[in-house]
């Protein structure tokens, strides 16, 4: 059925029976089980009934007196396009003809008392004007896909038995353009010149921070509005899916930083969206966080369930995204994470969980995997909540990872100290292989660990440079020596000096000196190597894969271990030195005789060090050490890692 109204804007042609909601998109959503709901909701281009062009809206609002589109189309006139509420679901829906791709649109909402009326950007919006303006874009999603390979055979390359090393990146200040106003880099320069470094670093994934819509360029995408949509400062959503595209037909993955424990309070947001606290708890107890300014989702409201989890899979589905790193998950599972005593409400059993996060964080991971094989899921999990990354079934969350923050924190604390003082610190460099396996840890050095006054990790390193250098170079060879997945914020590939700003590029002028070239060359090498040996990637997770060779040598500050692959025939020794004294003829017990080849030093001329090593390897000797029947004689360079190979 058609009605026309006459207006002050001119004929409106309304078509009341043109929805793309059906009863039962109404009754999912309701309930908390639809999870599509990008579909349904926000702005999509319609072509249909009676040969009408146009656009169908629809948005909820259940406390809203009266909804209305306003737009570029109608000169932002607040009444005379509205839409009507589809029974008693809280939606608002309607068809505008005659426009379509790219009109400027918000919703105007008068909540249910008359006071409050407000412009809003639509919560399902797919693309959004670049910040500071605030308007929704109507557009569509189309894209010629060419990944069809990597999506074939990624789940080899994402499973917790294959090698991954992740380059987290912030697309804003990886690279700008100072010649042109210090821009940064579009969706599509990015592909090609991030894909390009990346192979030549050996990185297996990339990692994005939050690349969804965000206001104050300052949160680095971590205040997030638009919860469906790429952040427009870069390009239109094709423009990411081609970044997306790119890397994967190079062989890169990408995991993509995910929000859903808080969000903003700008006024085009989901903050008071229609008079009322919708998205966010009323009571500021539950519903506002005291660390970031923002609101606090309420994961008990069906409609706001079906809105998150929608977007997770939007991510997955639509941008074909290899993973979701959640972030703040310890923020979203304790009711009283950063509040003092009085300032926070227990849940029905009168404990401090959050109980409907739980099963929140628990679907998430239900969906994702049943619905998208080959992805990971990734906790940034700051407590010791029990069994993160261990399947529902059994009581866990469900998460694929978790990031090995308590390693992060111990290990830079412990590179922090001066060599002569590190024997009195060593447990902060083993304790970690305690709880190593509770998890299927990812070893991060992330973001975070590189601004607001920390430095960066060249810069946390004692000594002078040629120490800090040795240092550097140390720490990522007892990283990746380690059990765990790999994660090496970018600018720490080559040594990066500066603390990192989200609106500088990063130095790569640096790498005309040979001590930084010398660093990327490191980095290289030892992602190759890793990506290449069993021993060091198959049993990243699990106890097999490690044994401690002498955990105890605090005096000398030396560590030496063995990873194994999953057949046992593969072995490798790691020996750190976290001195700047060479060790000259140190002993270690090893399982086999045979020659033990040195497939890596960090102290080799090539990688910036002094020389000091084993001449390609080492025969081993019928000695039993270390309660191991053979052994090793060995240099151990200054504050180096050596890596040597069993070929027996």
Request: net charge negative; charged share 20%; proline share 5%.
């Amino acid at each position: 059925m058609t009605s026309h109204r006459k207006t002050d804007t001119g004929d409106i042609l309304v078509l009341s029976d043109v929805s793309l909601l059906t009863d039962d998109d109404v009754h999912l959503f309701n309930e908390g089980t639809h999870y599509d709901l990008q579909t349904k909701l926000g702005a999509h281009p319609y072509s249909g009934k009676a040969g009408v062009a146009g656009t169908c809206f629809a948005v909820w609002a259940p406390n809203a007196r009266s909804v209305t589109v306003v737009g570029d189309f109608n000169n932002w006139d607040k009444q005379s396009h509205p839409l009507k509420p589809r029974g008693s679901s809280g939606i608002w829906e309607g068809l505008v003809p005659g426009i379509g791709r790219g009109t400027l649109y918000k919703y105007h909402i008068v909540s249910r008392s008359g006071d409050y009326r407000v412009d809003k950007a639509d919560p399902f919006g797919v693309f959004h004007e670049v910040a500071p303006k605030t308007a929704s874009i109507v557009w569509d999603l189309d894209y010629q896909w060419g990944d069809g390979d990597w999506l074939a055979g990624r789940a080899s390359r994402n499973g917790l038995d294959s090698p991954m090393s992740i380059y987290e990146v912030h697309l804003g200040s990886w690279r700008r353009v100072a010649s042109e106003g210090n821009r940064s880099l579009s969706y599509r320069e990015l592909a090609i010149e991030l894909a390009d470094h990346v192979k030549r670093c050996g990185f297996t994934h990339v990692e994005l921070l939050p690349v969804m819509e965000h206001p104050f360029f300052g949160s680095w995408g971590y205040q997030t509005t638009g919860y469906f949509a790429p952040s427009s400062r870069y390009g239109t959503p094709q423009d990411f899916k081609y970044l997306v595209d790119y890397l994967h037909q190079h062989g890169i993955g990408v995991i993509l930083d995910w929000v859903p424990s808080h969000f903003p309070d700008d006024e085009h947001g989901l903050a008071y969206f229609d008079g009322t606290q919708l998205f966010e708890h009323a009571d500021p107890r539950q519903g506002y966080h005291p660390d970031w300014n923002s609101y606090i989702f309420n994961y008990g409201r069906n409609e706001v369930r079906s809105f998150l989890l929608s977007s997770a899979l939007f991510w997955l589905n639509e941008y074909h995204a290899d993973g979701l790193r959640v972030d703040a998950v310890a923020s979203m599972l304790y009711l009283d994470y950063s509040r003092k005593e009085d300032e926070w409400i227990p849940n029905k059993h009168g404990g401090r969980e959050n109980l409907e996060a739980i099963d929140f964080l628990r679907t998430f991971n239900t969906e994702v995997y049943k619905r998208h094989g080959g992805v990971q899921t990734v906790a940034e999990e700051s407590t010791a909540w029990p069994m993160v990354s261990r399947p529902i079934y059994v009581g866990g969350l469900g998460f694929g990872m978790k990031w090995d923050m308590g390693w992060m924190h111990d290990t830079l604390q412990y590179m922090s100290h001066d060599p002569i003082h590190r024997k009195y610190h060593h447990n902060q460099a083993t304790f970690r292989m305690i709880y190593a396996f509770n998890e299927n840890f990812c070893l991060p050095l992330s973001h975070d660990e590189v601004v607001h006054g920390k430095g960066s990790l060249l810069e946390k390193m004692p000594g002078d440079d040629w120490r800090k250098f040795a240092n550097l170079r140390l720490l990522y060879g007892y990283m990746y020596g380690m059990p765990g997945k790999k994660l090496l914020f970018m600018g720490s590939e080559f040594g990066q000096r500066n603390e990192w700003q989200h609106d500088r590029s990063l130095q790569w002028d640096l790498l005309e000196q040979p001590a930084h070239s010398a660093v990327q060359r490191w980095v290289g090498t030892l992602n190759r190597f890793y990506a290449g040996e069993r021993a060091l990637n198959e049993l990243d997770c699990e106890p097999a894969g490690f044994q401690w060779i002498d955990a105890n040598d605090s005096d000398e500050s030396v560590l030496s271990f063995l990873r194994k692959a999953k057949t046992n025939k593969d072995l490798i020794v790691v020996l750190c030195n976290f001195t700047p004294l060479p060790r000259m003829n140190y002993r270690v017990g090893v399982p086999r005789g045979g020659f033990w080849r040195e497939v890596l030093n960090s102290d080799a001329v090539e990688h910036g060090g002094s020389g000091h090593g084993n001449l390609g390897g080492v025969e081993a000797s019928p000695i039993g050490f270390h309660a191991r029947p053979y052994s090793l004689n060995l240099t151990l360079p200054p504050l180096g890692a050596v890596f040597l190979k069993s070929e027996g």
